[in-house]
């Protein structure tokens, strides 16, 4: 076995605790813990002063006070320095008449995104791809999405993510297929047998034993 092999990183993994970070952003020194008891949508962006990733942070800037709403901050990344996020950020503000409300990490030192897996050498070996990271409020990792280079996210879906989340750990129910809120949620099957058996008569709206949903 080879000793002096590079270490690579654990990477996040669902429900583990986000790994811990302390990094410059546009809003001074950031770290995890100071989203201690709030949600947290962590997401990287390939580069300042790109369109794709311009027209996405105008979507997470509109959807800020919807964040908000919900007990949940927004933190974006790139490796790039924190004076071209400033200048870019001005120049959104100056053409699109967007002011960008959140913090911006500066990680050009890579520790973040080392740290997050948001560097994918099959797109590029020096950008951040798209990855955003749901951190519930006791810092877990709730769910990781990874985008590519050249297509931009719906920040409509991670809205619907965080609320859908936040409603299957209120009520214990899972969603379904593009969730609203408002709509029908599932009851989460029976383990067993006997719970199989009695599913039918809990008074839910059941297509089978299996597949059950109520109104909240
Ligand atoms: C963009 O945000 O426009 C972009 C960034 C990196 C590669 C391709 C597009």
């Not at 911006?104 to 560097?119: H, R």
Request: aromatic share 12%; net charge negative; charged share 25%.
């Amino acid at each position: 076995m080879d000793t002096d092999a590079p270490t690579q990183p654990s990477l996040p993994r669902l429900n583990e605790p986000a790994p811990d970070f302390k990094a410059p952003t546009t809003h001074g020194v950031k770290e995890l813990s100071d989203y201690a008891g709030k949600w947290l949508v962590l997401f990287s962006h390939p580069a300042d002063f790109t369109p794709v990733c311009t027209t996405e942070f105008i979507a997470f800037a509109n959807a800020y006070d919807e964040f908000q709403a919900m007990n949940t901050d927004l933190l974006g990344l790139s490796i790039d320095s924190h004076f071209s996020h400033i200048a870019w950020t001005r120049t959104i503000k100056e053409k699109f008449e967007v002011e960008i409300p959140f913090p911006i990490i500066a990680d050009l030192s890579m520790e973040v995104a080392n740290a997050y897996g948001m560097i994918q050498p099959g797109e590029s070996d020096t950008s951040a791809v798209r990855c955003t990271f749901i951190i519930d409020d006791k810092g877990l990792i709730r769910a990781m999405v990874y985008y590519p280079l050249a297509n931009g996210r719906s920040i409509a879906e991670f809205v619907r993510l965080v609320k859908a989340l936040q409603t299957s750990d209120e009520y214990d129910v899972a969603t379904p297929e593009n969730w609203q809120p408002g709509e029908r949620v599932i009851v989460p099957p029976p383990k067993t047998a006997a719970g199989a058996a009695e599913r039918l008569d809990e008074g839910y709206d059941c297509v089978d034993w299996w597949f059950c949903t109520k109104e909240l």
